[in-house]
């Protein structure tokens, strides 16, 4: 696999690209059906021990249709640090993945998936685990996890103006 050509802005270590996955919000996948991309965004929570994402969608629809397919995709979480006005520059942090998408049936993993987020999106998560983690909604609620297999990342820290 090609790496990343601007060796100065590359994040090697495991645990700093770990930190970018934990500390975002949202992730973009892109997958792909009979040779045609597609791409989503979705709030998510990365579980460090298991190297996974987990998020949550409906039962049906486009996204489900294409991983049924093919559960192989891409996503990238980004830390905007800002436009750096008047230079024609961007300071950011992005993490990038590889893995498999699979879906929950097993009630305890659905509620283990569902904390994992619940703690990385929400300011006072104990609240909303107390009002909503009922066992029917647990149930009912579809959730997907991103096997992660491979993951690289970049960095722009400093302006540079190159012209």
């Known amino acids: 696999m090609r790496g990343i050509r601007r060796k ?12 970018i996955l934990l500390n975002t919000k949202y992730v973009t996948v892109s997958m792909c059906s009979e040779n045609e991309p597609y791409l989503v965004t979705l709030s998510h929570g990365y579980d460090t021990k298991e190297n996974c994402l987990y998020f949550h969608c409906a039962q049906e629809g486009k996204k489900i249709d294409i991983l049924k397919e093919n559960n192989l995709v891409w996503g990238q ?6 436009y750096a006005d008047g230079k024609c520059d961007h300071l950011f942090e992005t993490a990038q993945f590889r893995g498999h998408v699979t879906f929950l049936t097993d009630f305890e993993e659905k509620k283990h998936a569902l904390t994992v987020m619940v703690n990385q999106l929400e300011p006072s998560p104990a609240n909303v685990i107390e009002e909503q983690f009922k ?17 690289s990342g970049k960095r ?5 103006v190159s012209l």
């Open 135 to 151: 066992e029917k909604s647990i149930q009912k609620v579809n959730i997907g996890r991103i096997d992660i297999d491979y993951m």
């Open 8 to 19: 100065e802005k590359v994040i090697e270590s495991t645990e700093e690209l770990q930190r």
């Open 77 to 82: 979480v980004i830390v905007d640090h800002g």
């Open 156 to 160: 722009a820290k400093d302006v540079v």
